[in-house]
């Protein structure tokens, strides 16, 4: 079984920036697809970023991003710590959410699923709240 936790969420003003961490245990992380999701204030979930896995590096993966967040977010993996990373810069009121990390095992493909469905594994969700 999959445990995800993740840290790293707060208050930040518009313009800031913070990094998220998912601390994953159980099974092998380093061949899992892992991707962050987040729930705004009374709307749907959805993808924010993606990151694949490599043979070669520990800290390889092709990432993936929604149109929204490309340029101002950045996915990461540590296999080594069993830990992805989203790096949140440049925020704005409207990245206010719950951001949820997930796990996929046992994927391939040159992207990670921009779907909920995609994945087996979630945390418990970390807030983010950005003020103007």
């Known amino acids: 079984q999959v445990q995800l936790v993740e840290s790293g969420g707060g208050l930040v003003q518009a313009g800031g920036s913070l990094r998220l961490s998912c601390a994953a245990s159980?099974?092998?992380?380093?061949?899992?697809?892992m991707g962050w999701f987040r729930q705004p204030p009374g709307k749907e979930r959805e993808f924010v970023a993606g990151i694949t896995w490599s043979p070669f590096t520990r800290k390889g993966g092709r990432p993936s991003y929604a149109d929204s967040v490309k340029g101002r977010f950045t996915i990461s993996r540590d296999n080594a710590k069993n830990t992805v990373y989203l790096q949140m810069d440049s925020l704005n009121p409207e990245d206010t959410a719950v951001y949820y990390c997930?796990?996929?095992?046992?994927?391939?493909?040159?992207?990670?699923?921009?779907?909920?469905?995609?994945?087996?594994?979630w945390g418990q969700g970390t807030q983010v709240t950005v003020s103007s």
């Open positions: 997930a796990a996929a095992p046992g994927r391939a493909g040159r992207e990670t699923s921009r779907y909920e469905s995609g994945y087996d594994y």
């Open positions: 159980g099974g092998t992380f380093s061949t899992y697809y």
